[in-house]
């Protein structure tokens, strides 16, 4: 989705038609480079970072068999991006690279008409920095010469949290039931004796209660 998104808007900010030249997502290695027959934007997603903002809400739905759907909160995460200019010479690059800069610069969020209808949250981009790194170490890790790149961040929920089946709503309650509760100072039961005579003749008492 986010790369889908990414590339649409530079297609048509720039504007950069698939006439023109390609929008790739590939790692740029060595190997890819020396491939290319066309003027190429690369956008290649190098980190994942989990985002300091708070998670987009639970979200509800009904699906086609008429029940409840929920999903937990969804976490935000950052994807780290570098966009680097393949056109064959230095200054068709660098003029390339300027022009996707300016449409990294001036879209501080994915307009929605490059998302999925009812995307539930901004996706937002921001330019970033090396973060301690030397300008020659990404060239360096894919065995490429180096050239100038353009780190980007955008900002997204993760949104493969898996929906699940509501519980089902309560709708009427029928009644409680609730344990007698404990009488302070009930009287204990009355005694009494009862005197019966047994087939000797002989008389037994007995207490009985009242």
Known sequence: MVDRGLERLVRESLPFPEGVGDVSFETPERSWGSQLSRVTVNLFLFAIHPSDQPARPQQQRVNEDGRVERRAPLPMVRLGYVASAWAGDIAGEHQLLGEVLAVLATNQAMPAKYLPEGFPSMVQIALSQHEGRKPGDLWAAMDNRPK???????????TSVPWELAPPAVERIAGIVAPRPPVEDEPAPRRSVAVRREADGTLVAAPVET
């Open 148 to 158: 100038a790149v353009i780190e980007f961040e955008v900002t997204v929920p993760v």
